[in-house]
């Protein structure tokens, strides 16, 4: 019995299926790819190139997009500080629910602060959480604008946006780091690559 939290007189149940028996059954490993940078770095590109590799190589995974995210289990937050460490509390907390499931984790979210990423690495089992860092220049990432909120956020009409008026934190030791090559982005099959010869190399895409 013990307190967590605000719960009190609780449990934790064990059941005779486990991880690795999910493992089994679906020949890869659980675990969770956490892509974090800038608006408009590409996140979701490498999530979704990511997620079609993979599905055509049989192994199943799952995307938790920050934007979608904000549009059910998140809508309750906003951008400040404190909202957006609530936000990746509740994905860091999804995506070991999904890694514990057996399936690969594609979580893609800004995840600003290096302390909440930190806090999410944390709840997983050494190794399995995989943080990709999208290294695009701010300049990039505000030419490619595609939603149009760089040009808001100049102009003042949003607020404590990431990378203009609002903090962002890089990685101090990613496991995968995506960066331009001669000043060229390498294209979004290329990035998905990065990701899956690492799970291959890992030992990930096996049970
Ligand atoms: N103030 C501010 N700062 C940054 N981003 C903003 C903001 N307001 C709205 N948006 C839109 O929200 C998307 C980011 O959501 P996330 O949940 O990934 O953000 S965070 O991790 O909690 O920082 C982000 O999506 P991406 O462009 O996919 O990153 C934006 O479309
Ligand atoms: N590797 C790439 N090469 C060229 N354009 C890209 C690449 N990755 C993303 N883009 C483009 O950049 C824009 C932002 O990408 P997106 O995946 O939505 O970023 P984020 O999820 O980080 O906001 C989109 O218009 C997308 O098509």
């Given at each position: ?107 893609s979210l800004i995840s600003p ?95």
């Open positions: 019995m013990s307190s967590v939290g605000k719960s009190t007189n609780i449990f934790w149940q064990e059941c005779s299926v486990g991880k690795s028996d999910r493992e089994k059954l679906l020949k890869q490993k659980g675990c969770v790819v956490w892509i974090t940078g800038l608006s408009g770095s590409g996140k979701s590109t490498l999530a979704c190139t990511l997620g079609r590799e993979l599905h055509n190589r049989g192994k199943l995974s799952y995307i938790l997009d920050g934007d979608n995210l904000r549009h059910g289990l998140n809508k309750d937050l906003g951008f400040k500080a404190e909202d957006r460490a609530e936000n990746i509390r509740r994905v860091g907390e999804v995506a070991k629910l999904f890694a514990d499931a057996g399936l690969i984790c594609i979580a602060y290096r302390k909440d990423r930190d806090s999410c690495r944390a709840l997983l089992s050494d190794k399995s959480f995989i943080e990709v860092y999208m290294n695009m220049p701010l300049d990039l990432c505000e030419s490619r604008d595609p939603k149009g909120l760089y040009k808001l956020a100049r102009a003042g009409k949003i607020k404590g946006f990431t990378g203009i008026d609002d903090p962002y934190e890089p990685p101090l030791n990613c496991e995968i780091e995506i960066q331009q090559q001669d000043g060229i982005c390498p294209s979004p099959c290329v990035m998905a690559g990065q990701v899956v010869t690492y799970l291959e190399e890992k030992g990930f895409l096996h049970a």
